[in-house]
């Protein structure tokens, strides 16, 4: 409503796949790189890269009065396209170089806050010594290559969705566990070993009882581990969760009336996948706490939100990206701490503002309808930003992980791609990966300045000294591949976020599922797993 006047949004011309398509492109949240700051000359940490076309500014100066972002003020013009004009906006307005708030020696994290000590690592809050790692929120620690972890999780690695954890390595769906390893859906479990579907059991080998004394004999054969024995182990675990281990068709907690996976206290959320705390929701993926909203990724603590991404404690948005704090917001990018804003870019505390132009309240009411019906006529109105448009190349952005194309199918569409390499570490010594030395007992401590060589992409790496001490109080060898590397591992083991027909393994029900009919693992539906696992 402008005025009093209503202004309609019509429904979407994509199908679902191709409307999350086009939001997870205008994502980075992993890759950062070094760069100049384009205010300063200041050696910087951005998201950046250094031949990125948009002016970046690092934090303290993004934030301070040293610049305007209403100076870039410009007025709607009527023969042009909407979109054609807010790019130009955008290569015009400086961007903000990463997304860290609160944080102390954290410089190297993207999408964070309130955080201590963490290194290269996305979308963490309140946690301290985190390293490779992404989602991960609520006062967790010492966590090494991690994704989705909460609730406190505490000298973990390699884990894919932990609550509560401690001493959790390679494992997978873990609740309020200690000691474990290679476990995968164990909820309560203390001292376990390459098992699955376990409830407050302790002392269990491949999911047979033993004493203590049976246990800890094991274990003490294994650690610390060398890199061949540990090769085996994931390969064990990989065949265990195909061959033994039972999957819920999808994963649900405390869910009503909702479809999707990874749904946890959700009530009417249809199609959404990896949400929390969430009501009345459609299309949705990566949220927390969203009520009213439809075709939103990355969003939290937020309320009537279409086709948004990277939106925290917003209100009544439509069309925006990498905005905080806002509320009926329309076509914004970066703004922060904003409300009635339309087509603006990187502003901070504004109102009434088109394009980056302050108007007054009765100015703005009159000419965001009117823009609103070029939009109608020039076929803009309704959809999220094009694809073309994203300020990260596709190859940059998290839309490979779900949609991959090749860089001819990206070319052939418009999209944007690119083919900058980071230069290489600079160290005193080269390696190949597959020349460590098997137990990182017998690496000296002078691999921190050596340049590794990852076995699958050649790509250079380096181990920074937390790191190191973290593998040692473990007993785990040194990674041989890069950390980019270990992320697409780890991300391998998740489900699409795509619904299958299939039936039960169990009971020959039909239902849906995120893993399809063609997967070797076992499927049971609700009834069955329950029945089965407790």
Known sequence: MFGGKKCMIPPPKLCPDCRLQRRVAWRNERFMYKRKCDATGKDIISMYPPDSPFKIYEQSVWWSDSWNALDYGRDFDFNRPFFEQFRELQLEVPRLALVNKNSHNSQYTNHAGDNKDCYLSA??????????????IDH?????????VMEGCELCYEIYYGWGSYQAFFSEFTKRCQ????????????????????RNKEYCFENNQLTKEEYEKKIKSLLPWS??????????????????????????????????DLLFQTENCQHCFDIIGSKDCRYCQSVIDVKD????????????????????????????????DNSNSIYCDCTQNCKNVFGCCSLNQQEYCIMNKKYSKD???????????????????????P??????????????????????EAKSKNIRWSDYVPPAPDSNKTILASNLPEMTSDIPDDVLDWAIKCEITSTPYQIIRKELEFYRKSGLPIPRRHPNQRYIDRISMRTPWKLFNRKCDKCSKEIESTHSPEKPEKIYCEKCYLKEVY
Not at 140 to 148: A, G, I, K, N, T
Not at 179 to 198: A, E, G, P, R, V
Not at 251 to 259: A, N, P, R, T, W
Request: proline letters at 3%.
């Open 387 to 408: 694809m073309e448009y994203s300020p990260f190349a596709y190859n940059q952005s998290r839309a490979p992980e779900f949609i991959p194309i090749t860089k001819e």
């Open 140 to 148: 967790c620690r010492d966590l090494v290559d991690c994704s989705y």
């Open 293 to 324: 909203c439809l075709d939103i990724y990355h969003v939290g603590w937020a309320e009537l939100m279409y086709e948004c991404h990277a939106i925290s404690n917003g209100y009544q948005c439509f069309a925006c990206h990498f905005t905080y």
């Open 179 to 198: 000691n474990i390893w290679f476990c995968y859906d164990c909820m309560n479990c203390k001292h376990c070993f390459l098992c699955s579907n376990l």
């Open 227 to 260: 890199h061949s024995n540990l090769k085996e182990y994931k390969t064990k675990y990989i065949k265990m969760k195909e061959g033994q281990a039972v999957h819920p068709a999808i994963y649900q907690v405390q869910s009503l009336d909702s479809s999707g």
């Open 363 to 385: 100015e703005y009411n009159s000419l965001v309808p009117k823009i609103i019906e070029h939009m109608q006529n020039t076929g803009e109105w309704g959809e999220f930003f």
């Open 123 to 136: 979308t963490i809050f309140e946690s301290e010594d985190i390293y490779y790692s992404d989602w991960v």
